[in-house]
């Protein structure tokens, strides 16, 4: 989502949308760059890694970046004052109300950062041009539009045969037959981001605001089938930091499913475990007491019968976690890797991509939607294989700009792993096919392709499964509408046309068992 997306107090990335002031140094003296670049490491290093200045370009660190860092480091606290969620972000602790640094070293770093980075954004890496020939799908979009495309979360249930997707606008949660069809609609009033099945029970969790904020809205509701309908039959948790995924396991082996709840907030959130207690009362244990989780999967990493869980944590931190469980729900952190605050992690998923019988991440980086900034060349889709012993080493790396979601899958079933992909950013003014590329595993060489009407939706989530059960893996692709357009260049007549007659769906039937005419 673009959301992050997810805080110590010196940072340079992930910040609030405040109304962040510039400090002025007209007046200050010749920067010694040698002792700025010492600042600058001292203090971006104190709770993440550093941001080399090549990252950004010279007006977008000192436009947007560094005024921001300016509110972190106590220097502008009226910046909080005049924000509409003032006092939830004064009660966090993240934003202190004096200095915790001279203005002078302040503006040393600033200068540091305009100095030396690069007058334009560093190119992406090259990607071989995508093609409009897609002979592995057809893309039929949704039959069903109730409003303007807001779906936040799509899911597939191959064995119903149907498609689970949001309304995040006017707070629906609506059911496509295989032919994108409206089955049902249940009002939820809040905004749906996941949705798990468990013996029966849905569990919906809701985000309470799309947009970033510190106000906890979210909700995990219950949601059962009655009389050949879904009906919400109770609600879990409520107020709590913006939910966007949860997945269950039986983590202290008591017999009964537990809930793992990735709350990414905005700056105030956690990962925290919910255990089933009697009258089924919730009991929280937090896990990771900092903002920006944003999904989860459960799996035994280190063989010992107990499930571990994997995160993948943006914001300024941008991390992948394994918490290794003691059996008792007890859990003991392991960094798989870090990268740079800039990065915009967006997705992952678990899944055995070289086919060794052990998993592995992969990994997308997009989100560009926390302030007007240019493409980023480190954006993209990146496979992490599992070599054991909690090592995993990075061994693909596929560009694209603002990618938000890959899922990996043998989708033409011919021995290796092909990748598809969705961007919520994508380069408009460029290539705007990379709003949905699917990348054909051809002996290590990953050719891209996309469907002709690509850009008839501006695809935010995706799910792949068999919708209409012939054997062979679909993809449903999730429409969100309006997103952050003042921070990347959309085409004002792509927002008219999405407005008007954008699919809240646009399902990609595979074509391997099931051939079907047209695109």
Not at 392 to 414: C, I, T, V
């Amino acid at each position: 989502m673009f959301i992050r997306s997810f805080l110590l107090l010196i940072c340079l990335a992930g910040l609030p949308r405040l109304d962040a002031p510039a400090l002025g140094q007209a007046d200050a003296p010749p920067v010694d760059l040698k002792r700025a670049e010492a600042l600058a490491r001292q203090h971006c290093a104190t709770c993440h890694l550093f941001p080399e200045p090549a990252l950004l370009d010279k007006k977008t660190w000192s436009s947007q970046v560094m005024p921001r860092m300016a509110i972190r480091l106590g220097l502008s606290p009226e910046s909080i004052n005049r924000h509409p969620e003032a006092e939830a972000l004064w009660k966090s602790g993240k934003f202190p109300k004096e200095p915790t640094i001279p203005v002078a070293d302040y503006q040393a770093i600033a200068a540091y950062y305009q100095a030396k980075a690069p007058a334009q954004p560093v190119a992406q890496k090259p990607l071989a041009p995508i093609g409009l020939e897609l002979p592995q799908f057809t893309a039929k979009p949704s039959r069903f539009r109730r409003t303007v495309g807001a779906v936040n979360m799509v899911r597939i249930d191959e064995q119903r045969r149907q498609i689970f997707h949001s309304d995040g606008l006017n707070q629906f949660l609506d059911v496509l037959d295989a032919n994108g069809n409206r089955v049902e609609s249940l009002k939820v009033g809040n905004v749906p981001v996941g949705f798990e099945e468990n013996g029966g029970s849905f569990f919906l969790t809701m985000i309470g605001t799309f947009s970033p904020s510190d106000i906890p809205r979210g909700e995990l509701a219950l949601v059962q089938r009655r009389d050949g309908r879904f009906v919400r039959t109770g609600t879990l948790l409520s107020g709590i930091p913006r939910p966007t995924h949860t997945s269950l396991a039986d983590l202290n082996a008591d017999g009964d499913t537990d809930l793992i709840v990735s709350m990414y907030g905005n700056n105030i959130g956690r990962l925290s475990w919910f255990e089933r207690g009697d009258g089924g009362n919730l009991r929280e244990h937090v896990i990771l007491p900092r903002s920006g989780t944003l999904s989860t999967a459960v799996h035994d990493f280190n063989g010992d019968g107990h499930p571990d869980i994997a995160a993948l944590v943006a914001q300024e931190f941008e991390a992948m976690y394994v918490f290794l469980n003691d059996g008792k729900g007890t859990f003991e952190p392991r960094m798989i890797f870090q990268e740079h605050p800039l990065m915009g992690h967006s997705s992952f998923e678990l899944t055995d991509f070289n086919r060794d019988g052990m998993p592995d991440f992969v990994v997308t980086s997009g989100d560009n939607g926390e302030y007007p900034s240019p493409p980023k060349n480190y954006h993209g889709i990146r496979v992490y294989l599992n070599r054991g012993g909690l090592k995993f080493e990075q061994s693909l790396s596929l560009p694209l700009n603002g990618a938000f979601k890959a899922l990996a899958r043998d989708y033409d079933q011919d021995g290796d792993t092909d990748i598809a992909a969705v961007s919520y950013f994508p380069n408009y003014k460029t290539t705007p096919r990379e709003s949905f590329v699917y990348f054909e595993n051809d002996n290590g060489r990953f050719k891209p392709n996309t469907f002709r009407t690509c850009i008839s939706g501006r695809w935010l989530t995706m799910d792949a499964g068999d919708v209409d059960g012939d054997g062979d893996i679909d993809l449903a692709l999730g429409n969100y509408t309006y997103g952050p357009d003042k921070a990347i260049h959309v085409p004002e007549f792509l927002i008219k046309t999405w407005e008007q007659r954008g699919p809240p769906v646009m399902i990609l039937y595979n074509n391997l068992r099931q051939p079907r005419a047209g695109q």
